[in-house]
Structure formats: C-alpha cells, structure tokens
C-alpha cells in the first residue's frame, strides 16, 4: 500500500538587500515522495471443536497457511487447548480468502472446524 504521490515543494529565491522580493521568480518544484499508509490487518482464527481430527486441522495450517509440521502442530494444539488459536495475521481481502478456503475445505471433509476473521 505504498502510493507515490507528487507533493509541490514551494522554493522562494532569496530576497535582495532591501527587502523586496528580487522577482527572479518563485518556482515551484515537484518531487515525489512515498507516502506510506498502514493497511487495517486482521488476524485469522481457528476455533476448537470435538470432532475435527487433530491431523486435520494440522493439515489446514500446513495447506493455507504455509505453517511446517512444527509450527501446525504447535497452533493446533494451543487451540484443541485454549479454545482459538491464531493462524496468522492479513490484510482484509486475504484474511477473508483464507476463511472462505478453510471453511469451504471442512465442509468437504464434513468436519465441523470453525474459521473467522477479527479486527486487530
Ligand atoms: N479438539 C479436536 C480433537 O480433539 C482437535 C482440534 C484442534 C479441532 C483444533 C479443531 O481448531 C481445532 N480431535
């Protein structure tokens, strides 16, 4: 979300001995600066339930959410454990894919896992 804006930069020349503007002109320069602007980010949860298969649910975060074995595994249990876990943190757009594909992949399988999506 970098978007390159071109801002006028107002450049006076120097005024003369006796106060008057020398009128050698004031010139106006554009320069372009990046001007940054944070994205609203949203965290992606998953929700514990009885009937998911543990290694379902490490294959979901291994598929979606480029975890490695340690790390899927590692999320999974800290929500089979606490009830949420966070599978990572995105931009709105992606944060909603990332539901749509995990929701949509769990009814395929007919297994009850919950995904949402919440502000940070
Ligand atoms: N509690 C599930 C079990 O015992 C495992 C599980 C973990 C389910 C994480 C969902 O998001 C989940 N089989």
Do not use: W
Not at 7 to 15: G, H
Not at 26 to 42: A, E, F, G, M, Q
Not at 93 to 119: I, N, W, Y
Request: hydrophobic letters at 35%.
């Amino acid at each position: 979300m970098n978007e390159m804006i071109a801002r006028p930069i107002l450049m006076q020349d120097e005024k003369n001995g006796d106060g008057d503007n020398a009128n050698r002109g004031t010139s106006v320069i554009t320069r372009t600066k990046p001007k940054t602007k944070k994205p609203n980010l949203y965290r992606v949860l998953l929700l514990n339930d009885d009937y998911t298969p543990m290694e379902f649910v490490i294959h979901i975060l291994e598929r979606f959410f480029q975890k490695d074995l340690e790390a899927a595994t590692r999320i999974m249990l800290h929500v089979h454990n606490h009830g949420v876990g966070e599978c990572g943190i995105f931009t709105y757009e992606v944060a909603e894919t990332k539901v749509s594909q995990v929701m949509d992949f769990a009814r395929q399988h007919q297994h009850p896992l919950q995904c949402v999506m919440e502000k940070k």
